[in-house]
């Protein structure tokens, strides 16, 4: 198929707001629950929760951003032996 | 301060010590002269002040030796330099006293100070004398050389041995000359003895005559004398005795001229003898002895019979001296009895009847005086005869005496000569022995060299035959292969005719393959020129968004209509796989995916490996938003370092595409770095995708199109 290089972003960017939506929901209704739950009503866990979602979804976008320079555990690197003079 | 009257202290102990400084200065230079010298150089006006002080600096006669040894050998050395150099001399000569008897101790020691500087000078100086020297020598030698060459040219050519040929010659040319010289010496001896033997024969028979004719004119003499016979007879008989006077006179002067001529004879075979021995030739000396012993009986005999002749003379002699007396005598008596008788004849013997008795008595009278004197003179004859006789036997021995030299001394000659001639007969005898010995030896002697030359010519012969054996060989050996290059000749000539016709053949018969081929080729590039075509016109095939019809059957059309032209089908071979399979976009649509491209690239421009955070990205999209360039910037010819921003590339490129030129905005994408490399990659493909394709594509119809230009042929 035709692999268009130039949509890799995009889908990367769309990647990354789910992520953020869904991680920022779920931190978002865990603190609430938790907060609703163990901490008294707090807004704290809530914040907590949501920033910890947010932050989440902020280091997962950019290291799927960054995925393409990082070298991964796996890979083989090759070694180019040049004369030191 | 010091107080004043220090002041003095110090000035006078200064002017003491001023003083006392000048003074030991004056003294010591008055010593050392050198020192002198030294400060008269340094000090300036101080040798004013020392000259006034010491007088000049003159040489003191009462100087060590040591400094005059010194000097003895400087000023040598300094006449030499003088000489040689000429310049420094005559100056510093002129300054001091020159007549005095030896330099000045200054200028002696500051010249050998000069002299001892320049030491390296001193071996040169004595070298050019002696190199004259050697020079000169040689140059003596060089004459003398060349006297000598030029006295000996001559000698100083080898003497070479004569070569055997020329000895021959020389050899063969004396024995002929010598044959020559023999014959003529025998021939002159011959003709020589011969005159002489008749001349001496001559001569003899002439002496023989003459004693003939004198012992004749004597015996007629002496009977003319003696004999009492008739009148006419006497006067018969005196006839008959002048006659034989007359003969007699006439034989001797035969005889003498005989003599004479006999003796010419001899002296002229004696010379022509001396001659022939002074030649000194060998086969001459026989005939030379020869005639000697001729020479030598004819001297004899001549001699034996001159002797004859003259004892004959002399007994004629002595008989015509009696008969002389006689006449006398009778003459006297004729006169007297004339005187006497006057008219008597002469005949007074045929007088009896007519003289008268006076005459008769004077006559017997005159002949009784007569006989008286005749007595008286024969007493005094008698008296005397004993003196007479005496006289006369010295007469006769002296005669005698010089006779018996005359004869002694002839036959000393003739015993000489013999004894002479029998030496140089037994010299003759004894050479001839003496050859007959070496002829032995000189026989043995060839009899060796034979047997030498014959060892010698075997083997020459045997080297001469090997040699002339391989010059045969050799000779064979070119023969043969000369033959052997002329046939190969032939041979060669023969096939390049046969190979030029071929090749002529040949020839013709590919041009007619080739005109066919070029047919074939000919349809050929046609068939390819349309595959081509074909090729090209599917790639035009491309619409917006839609890649063009996979070109994989038209580059199989192509590939079957070139199949063994090499080029074609490596081009057609070269183009990518993905154009076979999938075939290219076009470049319209390339142009349109750029340009959503373009914002994208922008927006992501400041990431890259280093810079790849969120906040990165938001400060690329702040930048992208901020950032206005050029839509369209046409790119210079060489890109800088500036050029490469990306927001720069990016008009550029578009500028590019609009303009068409895809490669140039590859290129130029192709600079891109980070993400928005990334970003563009596959645009990137696809473009050299296209690019490939269609240069690919252009080099075939070019290639086919020269090729259908080239098998079309010009009418």
Same mark, same amino acid.
């Given at each position: 198929?035709?692999?268009?290089?130039?949509?890799?972003?995009?889908?990367?960017?769309?990647?990354?707001?789910?992520?953020?939506?869904?991680?920022?929901?779920?931190?978002?209704g865990?603190?609430?629950?938790?907060?609703?739950?163990?901490?008294?009503?707090?807004?704290?866990?809530?914040?907590?929760?949501?920033?910890?979602?947010?932050?989440?979804?902020?280091?997962?976008?950019?290291?799927?951003?960054?995925?393409?320079?990082?070298l991964?555990?796996?890979? *083989?690197?090759?070694?180019?032996?040049? *004369?030191?003079? | 301060?010091?107080?004043?009257?220090s002041?003095?202290?110090?000035?006078?102990?200064?002017?003491?010590?001023?003083?006392?400084?000048?003074?030991?200065?004056?003294?010591?230079?008055?010593w050392?002269?050198?020192?002198?010298?030294?400060?008269?150089?340094?000090?300036?006006?101080s040798?004013?002040?020392?000259?006034?002080?010491?007088?000049?600096?003159?040489?003191?006669?009462?100087?060590?030796?040591?400094?005059?040894?010194?000097?003895?050998?400087p000023?040598?050395?300094?006449?030499?330099?003088?000489?040689k150099?000429?310049?420094?001399?005559?100056?510093?000569d002129?300054s001091?006293?020159?007549?005095?008897?030896?330099?000045?101790?200054?200028?002696?020691?500051?010249?050998?100070?000069?002299?001892?500087?320049?030491?390296?000078?001193?071996? @040169?100086?004595?070298?050019?004398?002696?190199?004259?020297?050697?020079?000169?020598?040689?140059?003596?030698e060089?004459?003398?050389?060349?006297?000598?060459?030029?006295?000996?040219?001559?000698?100083?050519?080898?003497?070479?041995?004569?070569?055997?040929?020329?000895?021959?010659?020389?050899?063969?040319?004396?024995?002929?000359?010598?044959?020559?010289?023999?014959?003529?010496?025998?021939?002159?001896?011959?003709?020589?003895?011969?005159?002489?033997?008749?001349?001496?024969?001559?001569a003899?028979?002439?002496?023989?005559?003459?004693?003939?004719?004198?012992?004749?004119?004597?015996?007629?003499?002496?009977?003319?004398?003696e004999?009492?016979?008739?009148?006419?007879?006497?006067?018969n008989?005196?006839?008959?005795?002048?006659?034989?006077?007359?003969?007699r006179?006439?034989?001797?002067?035969?005889?003498?001229?005989?003599?004479?001529?006999?003796?010419?004879?001899?002296?002229?075979?004696?010379?022509?003898?001396?001659?022939?021995?002074?030649?000194?030739?060998?086969?001459?000396?026989?005939?030379?002895?020869?005639?000697?012993?001729?020479?030598?009986?004819?001297?004899?005999?001549?001699?034996?019979?001159?002797?004859k002749?003259?004892?004959?003379?002399?007994?004629?002699?002595?008989?015509?001296?009696?008969?002389?007396?006689?006449?006398?005598?009778?003459?006297?008596?004729?006169?007297?009895?004339?005187?006497?008788?006057?008219?008597?004849?002469? #005949?007074?013997?045929?007088?009896?009847?007519?003289?008268?008795?006076?005459?008769?008595?004077?006559?017997?009278?005159?002949?009784?005086?007569?006989?008286?004197?005749?007595?008286?003179?024969?007493?005094?004859q008698?008296?005397?005869?004993?003196?007479?006789?005496?006289?006369?036997?010295?007469?006769?021995?002296?005669?005698?005496?010089?006779?018996?030299?005359?004869?002694? #001394?002839?036959?000393?000659?003739?015993?000489?000569?013999?004894?002479?001639?029998?030496?140089?007969?037994k010299?003759?005898?004894?050479?001839?022995?003496?050859?007959?010995?070496?002829?032995?030896?000189?026989?043995?002697?060839?009899?060796?060299?034979?047997?030498?030359?014959?060892?010698?010519?075997?083997?020459?012969?045997?080297?001469?035959?090997?040699?002339a054996?391989?010059?045969?060989?050799?000779?064979?050996?070119?023969?043969?292969?000369?033959?052997?290059?002329?046939?190969?000749?032939?041979?060669?000539?023969?096939?390049?005719?046969? !190979?030029?016709?071929?090749?002529?053949l040949?020839?013709?018969?590919?041009?007619?393959?080739?005109?066919?081929?070029?047919?074939?080729?000919?349809?050929?590039?046609?068939q390819?020129?349309l595959?081509?075509?074909?090729?090209?016109?599917?790639?035009?095939?491309?619409?917006?968004?839609?890649?063009?019809?996979?070109?994989?059957?038209?580059?199989?059309?192509?590939r079957?209509?070139?199949?063994?032209?090499?080029?074609?089908?490596?081009?057609?071979?070269?183009?990518?796989?993905?154009?076979?399979?999938?075939?290219?976009?076009?470049?319209a649509?390339?142009?349109?995916?750029?340009? @959503?491209?373009?914002?994208?690239?922008?927006?992501?421009?400041?990431?890259?490996?280093?810079?790849?955070?969120?906040?990165?990205?938001?400060?690329?999209?702040?930048?992208?938003?901020?950032?206005?360039?050029?839509?369209?910037?046409?790119?210079?010819?060489?890109?800088? @370092?500036?050029?490469?921003?990306?927001?720069?590339?990016?008009?550029?490129?578009?500028?590019?595409?609009?303009?068409?030129?895809l490669?140039?905005?590859?290129?130029?994408?192709?600079?891109l770095?980070?993400?928005?490399?990334?970003?563009?990659e596959?645009?990137?493909?696809?473009?050299?995708?296209?690019?490939?394709?269609?240069?690919?594509? !252009?080099?075939?119809?070019?290639?086919?199109?020269?090729?259908?230009?080239?098998?079309?042929?010009?009418p």
């Amino acid at each position: 198929m035709f692999s268009m290089s130039e949509k890799e972003l995009g889908k990367k960017w769309d990647r990354c707001l789910a992520d953020g939506a869904i991680k920022l929901g779920t931190g978002l209704g865990l603190g609430i629950v938790f907060s609703v739950l163990f901490f008294k009503r707090h807004t704290w866990p809530i914040s907590l929760g949501s920033g910890a979602g947010l932050g989440m979804a902020y280091a997962n976008c950019q290291n799927n951003l960054r995925s393409h320079y990082m070298l991964h555990r796996g890979d *083989k690197v090759g070694l180019s032996m040049e *004369k030191i003079d | 301060m010091l107080p004043p009257g220090s002041a003095s202290k110090v000035v006078v102990a200064g002017l003491l010590t001023v003083s006392g400084g000048i003074g030991g200065t004056v003294l010591y230079a008055k010593w050392d002269h050198k020192f002198r010298a030294a400060v008269e150089k340094n000090v300036p006006y101080s040798d004013w002040l020392l000259g006034l002080a010491l007088g000049p600096a003159a040489q003191d006669p009462g100087l060590p030796i040591k400094k005059r040894v010194e000097l003895a050998q400087p000023p040598s050395m300094i006449e030499k330099q003088a000489k040689k150099e000429g310049a420094e001399g005559p100056v510093k000569d002129s300054s001091p006293a020159p007549s005095q008897p030896a330099q000045s101790l200054e200028e002696a020691s500051a010249e050998a100070t000069h002299i001892i500087s320049a030491i390296g000078e001193v071996p @040169s100086v004595p070298a050019p004398c002696d190199t004259e020297a050697a020079a000169v020598k040689e140059c003596n030698e060089c004459h003398e050389h060349k006297e000598a060459t030029a006295v000996h040219p001559a000698p100083t050519e080898p003497m070479k041995e004569r070569p055997v040929e020329e000895v021959a010659a020389r050899l063969a040319q004396q024995e002929q000359e010598e044959q020559d010289i023999s014959a003529s010496v025998s021939a002159s001896l011959e003709d020589s003895l011969a005159s002489s033997a008749k001349a001496t024969l001559q001569a003899i028979g002439a002496q023989e005559a003459a004693l003939q004719a004198i012992m004749q004119h004597t015996d007629k003499l002496k009977e003319a004398m003696e004999a009492e016979v008739l009148p006419e007879e006497k006067s018969n008989q005196w006839k008959d005795l002048e006659a034989a006077l007359a003969d007699r006179t006439t034989a001797l002067n035969d005889a003498r001229a005989a003599l004479s001529k006999a003796n010419e004879s001899l002296d002229s075979l004696r010379s022509v003898i001396d001659e022939s021995k002074g030649l000194k030739i060998s086969s001459v000396r026989p005939l030379v002895l020869a005639a000697e012993e001729n020479l030598h009986n004819m001297v004899v005999d001549l001699d034996k019979m001159v002797m004859k002749v003259q004892s004959a003379e002399s007994e004629a002699k002595i008989v015509s001296q009696y008969s002389e007396l006689v006449n006398e005598a009778k003459r006297q008596f004729q006169r007297e009895v004339s005187s006497l008788t006057p008219e008597i004849q002469a #005949n007074w013997k045929g007088l009896t009847g007519k003289l008268s008795t006076d005459d008769l008595n004077a006559l017997i009278a005159h002949a009784h005086r007569r006989i008286d004197q005749l007595n008286r003179e024969l007493a005094e004859q008698k008296v005397r005869e004993k003196i007479h006789i005496d006289a006369a036997l010295e007469q006769q021995k002296l005669e005698d005496q010089k006779a018996l030299d005359n004869a002694v #001394n002839t036959a000393l000659q003739h015993v000489k000569e013999d004894a002479r001639l029998d030496q140089e007969r037994k010299l003759a005898e004894l050479r001839e022995v003496m050859e007959a010995e070496m002829r032995t030896q000189l026989r043995r002697q060839a009899a060796a060299h034979t047997d030498h030359v014959q060892d010698v010519l075997k083997v020459q012969e045997h080297e001469l035959k090997a040699e002339a054996e391989q010059v045969l060989s050799s000779k064979m050996l070119e023969q043969e292969t000369r033959y052997r290059q002329l046939t190969q000749e032939q041979l060669d000539n023969f096939t390049l005719d046969m !190979n030029t016709a071929y090749a002529r053949l040949k020839g013709v018969e590919e041009a007619i393959d080739s005109h066919v081929v070029a047919e074939d080729e000919a349809r050929k590039a046609h068939q390819l020129w349309l595959s081509v075509e074909a090729l090209s016109y599917s790639l035009k095939t491309a619409e917006a968004d839609v890649p063009t019809v996979p070109l994989e059957n038209a580059a199989q059309a192509v590939r079957d209509s070139c199949r063994d032209n090499d080029f074609a089908l490596a081009l057609a071979s070269a183009l990518p796989e993905k154009s076979l399979q999938r075939g290219v976009y076009s470049e319209a649509s390339l142009r349109a995916r750029f340009n @959503s491209l373009r914002s994208l690239a922008r927006r992501v421009a400041l990431i890259d490996e280093s810079r790849n955070s969120l906040y990165q990205y938001f400060l690329s999209y702040l930048q992208a938003a901020l950032l206005f360039e050029k839509s369209q910037e046409a790119p210079p010819s060489q890109l800088s @370092s500036e050029d490469l921003d990306p927001f720069k590339l990016l008009s550029y490129a578009s500028y590019c595409l609009e303009h068409g030129d895809l490669e140039l905005a590859a290129k130029l994408v192709n600079q891109l770095r980070g993400e928005a490399r990334r970003v563009v990659e596959d645009w990137l493909i696809e473009a050299r995708l296209t690019l490939e394709t269609r240069q690919v594509v !252009n080099l075939l119809s070019a290639y086919a199109n020269a090729v259908g230009l080239g098998t079309t042929q010009a009418p």
